[in-house]
């Protein structure tokens, strides 16, 4: 994240891609409501998250809510990232939310009296986010090295020839893989 626009202001800073202070993700613990985020948090189920950050900000912006004090919001943020530095969190995953979204979700549905999201959208981001390197895309990686080394005879591969037939090999096999992890 970068926003130079407000380096003067002294709202915020961004530090390997942590903006801080920030209270829940949102709103800047100096200026409040006037000065909100909406959309920083990643690895997550992006628009009905934003939804619910646009309905926080909004009802914040209109008076219909209330946000804690300066004071409140800035321990409340720093205690969240003394708990993220000493869960050995690097600061550029500061936003990275994965399965957290949640109950974050659940937590903004409270705050703006709205309707929790539905339990389909839990499922389908599960669904979709168990693809990435497993055992079996590691397995499939030395398969095909050993094959490769087999079927040229030579001790070394460069990488073009490693992935290309790697990317082959996947395609064939995505189907055997994803059964063997559900």
């Known amino acids: 994240y970068n926003f130079p626009f407000l380096k003067d202001a002294g709202a915020v800073t961004v530090e390997d891609n942590r903006v801080a202070p920030l209270y829940e993700h949102v709103f800047t613990p100096h200026m409040g409501a ?10 997550v189920v992006p628009f009905p998250m934003m939804q619910l950050q646009s309905r926080w900000v909004a ?3 209109s008076g219909k809510i209330e946000l804690p004090g300066e004071d ?24 990275c939310m994965g399965d957290g979204q949640f109950p974050y979700n ?29 055992e079996c895309s590691l ?7 050993r094959l490769l080394l087999r079927r040229t005879n030579v001790s070394v591969l460069t990488s073009t020839e490693i992935l290309g037939t790697i990317t082959k090999y996947w395609r064939r096999h995505t189907g055997k893989c994803l059964k063997r992890q559900a």
Do not use: C
């Not at 720093?78 to 600061?91: A, H, I, K, N």
């Not at 397995?139 to 090295?145: D, E, F, I, N």
């Open 34 to 43: 006037t000065l909100s985020f909406i959309g920083l948090p990643w690895k």
């Open 59 to 61: 009802q914040a912006l």
């Open 72 to 95: 409140t919001m800035r321990q409340a943020s720093q205690e969240f990232y003394e708990q993220l530095d000493r869960s050995g969190v690097p600061l550029h995953h500061t936003h």
């Open 106 to 134: 659940d937590m903004l549905s409270a705050i703006t009296n709205s309707s929790p999201l539905p339990a389909w959208r839990k499922m389908m981001y599960k669904a979709n986010s168990t693809v990435s390197i497993s």
């Open 139 to 145: 397995h499939t990686l030395a398969l095909t090295s």
